[in-house]
């Protein structure tokens, strides 16, 4: 039998070599890229960039006093479909007025005057959204039987009450 000689001074094949090299490469290329990516994130973090929070806005719609039961009913349909609408809330003339007397009782020459034909019916919805873009809400403004449409947003910490102007 013949033993069999290993020349020391003979490297491995290439494609050993190759193929360890091609992995380390890949390696390096995905752990920085995980750095970097861990790296932007905390700098901004650490600037101050925050997703911008859900704020709730009204959407108010009042009616002409002389609106009909179906002008009643197309508004309340489209006040729904606005998107990420709560549920729809309906003020009656009778309650509207009650409110309005109750807004104005310090001044009773204001009461006085008023009258329940001139208390608006109303419809309100809360909407829940990061951003108000009007979206659903423009095209009430011409419906036939609406007099006025307000959207508003509550006041917060950093912020004072806001009207938001939907053509």
Avoid: H
């Avoid at 013949?2 to 094949?13: G, K, Q, R």
């Avoid at 409110?99 to 919805?125: G, I, N, W, Y």
């Avoid at 917060?156 to 939907?166: E, Q």
């Amino acid at each position: 039998m013949s033993e069999a000689f290993i020349d020391p001074s003979v490297s491995p094949p290439p494609a050993a070599t190759s193929s360890r090299r091609a992995i380390l490469i890949a390696a390096v290329a995905v752990a920085s890229l995980l750095v970097g990516s861990a790296l932007a994130v905390s700098a901004m973090y650490l600037l101050g960039w925050r997703p911008q929070p859900e704020r709730n806005y009204t959407v108010l719609v009042f009616m002409k006093t002389d609106a009909t039961t179906e002008q009643r009913a197309a508004v309340e349909q489209a006040v729904g479909q606005i998107p990420n609408a709560g549920p729809v809330e309906f003020t009656d003339r009778a309650t509207s007025f009650a409110q309005m007397k109750e807004m104005f009782k310090d001044r009773p020459e204001v009461v006085e005057a008023l009258t329940e034909k001139a208390a608006p019916e109303s419809f309100k919805v809360p909407v829940k959204a990061r951003e108000m873009t009007c979206d659903g809400i423009t095209g009430i403004r011409q419906l036939p039987g609406v007099s006025d449409l307000k959207v508003t947003a509550p006041v917060t910490k950093s912020r004072p009450p806001l009207d938001v102007i939907c053509f």
